[in-house]
């Protein structure tokens, strides 16, 4: 199983990115999808997950500025990312758990291999 990261990059404060991820399998055989972040010095986290039903979760310092989707079409999850601060400067990960994971990164099975963003004030 593959998962493809895609979508970062340098945009000021204030603006907006979309990150995809393409699975190489249905990302709806997954019972988690999720994204995660890892900031330089710190450890990996939780910021948005999607199970195979739609239900959505999200971290809460991130809750309202960004949105988890999916296009089953094209087996890919999207990280929709608004109001973007610098602290929100990170590699942005996608990962994909056969099982209910939510937020516990140690129950995803599979990942992608990280985009960054980088946030300017």
């Known amino acids: 199983v593959q998962l493809q990261a895609s979508g970062g990059g340098l945009v000021q404060a204030g603006g907006s990115l979309r990150l995809s991820c393409t699975a190489s399998l249905r990302t709806s055989n997954w019972h988690h999808m999720g994204w995660f972040r890892q900031a330089p010095g710190k450890e990996r986290e939780f910021v948005a997950g999607?199970?195979?039903?739609?239900?959505?979760t999200y971290a809460d310092t991130m809750k309202g500025r960004f949105t988890i989707s999916r296009d089953n079409a094209k087996n890919t999850v999207y990280l929709q990312l608004n109001s973007l601060k610098p602290e929100d400067t990170a590699v942005y990960y996608c990962?994909?758990?056969?099982?209910?994971?939510?937020?516990?990164?140690?129950?995803?099975?599979?990942w992608g291999q990280g985009t960054l963003v980088t946030v300017s004030s």
């Open positions: 990962a994909a758990a056969p099982t209910d994971a939510s937020g516990n990164l140690n129950l995803y099975s599979y």
């Open positions: 999607l199970t195979w039903a739609g239900n959505t």
